[in-house]
């Protein structure tokens, strides 16, 4: 069954450094999403893309994120200036349509020192 | 701000009888509701879905009930196996999806022998 990727599955990064989160989506979904959650909350959403651009974006999403394609199979996460409050897991999701299910990844824990 | 709410952190079920999990909403817009498993390491693994035009959709052991009046949602599970023991998770979303899911806090469920 074809599945999400995420790399890697542990990234340990010093404050105010940049971290760079990929993921390989379902190969036929066109419709990508990036979520966080940090431990003991709940999985909150922090983007969604489609046709090389944002689509929506959380309140949670400021100047310090962004996503890219780079290519035709990757999709990334990137934190400009990592914050302490950054640590999370992160998960990438990705649809054939908006309201049809996400697939998850396995996730990213995402640990600031 | 809770829009979907699991309010109950945890459940026990022995094994061969009905599980039970709720889910309540409080966002009018929302109009497609997801269930997902979740175990420790892993990602969200989508398990069922109701759009807000049907108030029942089932698949194999899991049946998913939905009462738009009431705004509350729940997901049966029958037989209950040991395999289910995992957390649940209620999502939603609206319109037309770009801005992502709505995620309940999750219940924990427990197939005890």
């Known amino acids: 069954e074809p599945e999400v990727t995420q790399t890697p599955s542990h990234q340990v990064t010093q404050m105010g450094q940049e971290v760079i989160l990929r993921c390989v989506p379902i190969?036929?979904?066109?419709?990508f999403y990036w979520y966080r959650q940090i431990l003991g909350q709940k999985v909150e959403f922090l983007v969604s893309?489609?046709?090389?651009?944002?689509?929506?974006k959380s309140e949670i999403f400021d100047d310090q994120f962004s996503v890219e394609r780079p290519d035709g199979s990757n999709f990334t996460l990137k934190i400009r200036s990592t914050k302490l409050e950054d640590s999370a897991m992160y998960f990438c999701?990705?649809?054939?349509?908006?309201?049809?299910?996400?697939?998850f990844g396995d996730g990213t824990r995402l640990s600031i020192l | 701000d809770q829009q979907v709410k699991q309010n109950s952190p945890s459940l026990s079920v022995q094994e061969g009888r009905i599980s039970i999990l709720n889910c309540d909403y409080t966002?009018?817009?929302?109009?497609?509701f997801l269930w997902y498993k979740k175990y420790p390491a892993e990602g969200p693994t989508f398990l069922i879905s109701?759009?807000?035009?049907?108030d029942k959709n089932e698949d194999g052991r899991f049946t998913v009930f939905l009462n738009k009046s009431a705004k509350h949602l729940s997901l049966h599970i029958v037989p209950s196996q040991p395999g289910d023991s995992a957390v649940y998770f209620c999502?939603?979303?609206?319109?037309?999806?770009?801005?992502?899911?709505?995620f309940g806090k999750g219940t924990h469920l427990i197939i005890q022998p």
């Open positions: 999701a990705s649809s054939e349509a908006w309201v049809q299910p996400q697939h």
């Open positions: 109701i759009s807000s035009i049907k």
């Open positions: 966002n009018s817009m929302f109009d497609y």
């Open positions: 893309f489609y046709n090389n651009e944002i689509s929506e």
């Open positions: 999502a939603a979303i609206s319109g037309g999806g770009a801005d992502g899911l709505t």
């Open positions: 190969s036929n979904h066109l419709y």
